[in-house]
């Protein structure tokens, strides 16, 4: 089990950046494959990326890909979600979550931070 905390969420313009940051508690967080998701207004929870325990792999939703880097520190026990080129589209509470090495599913997820780009 992890607990997670995202930051880095506020209001950019279109075009602009920003970059989300997931601290992790606990000793294992490098045990644990992360993920972005979002969700906006009135639609439901989307995946955005994920990476693996090393950071080796990731992998994109065709929506971000390109515009979007994910990474991680494990020394720091933080994820980071890049975002540039912001479309008014990508509004949307944003959340990390850790991948349970048993279950194999997200069972663990932040409270989410918010990210609103106006046009």
């Known amino acids: 089990q992890v607990q997670l905390v995202e930051s880095g969420g506020g209001l950019v313009q279109a075009g602009g950046s920003l970059r989300l940051s997931c601290a992790a508690s606990?000793?294992?967080?490098?045990?644990?494959?992360m993920g972005w998701f979002r969700q906006a207004p009135g639609k439901e929870r989307e995946f955005v990326a994920k990476i693996s325990r090393s950071g080796g792999m990731t992998y994109y939703a065709d929506s971000v890909k390109g515009r979007f880097t994910i990474s991680r520190d494990n020394a720091k026990n933080t994820v980071y979600l890049e975002m540039n080129s912001l479309k008014p589209e990508d509004t949307a509470v944003y959340y990390c979550a850790a991948v349970d090495p048993t279950t194999k599913s997200y069972g663990d997820w932040g409270q989410g931070t918010q990210v609103t780009v106006s046009s």
């Open positions: 606990g000793r294992t967080f490098s045990s644990y494959s």
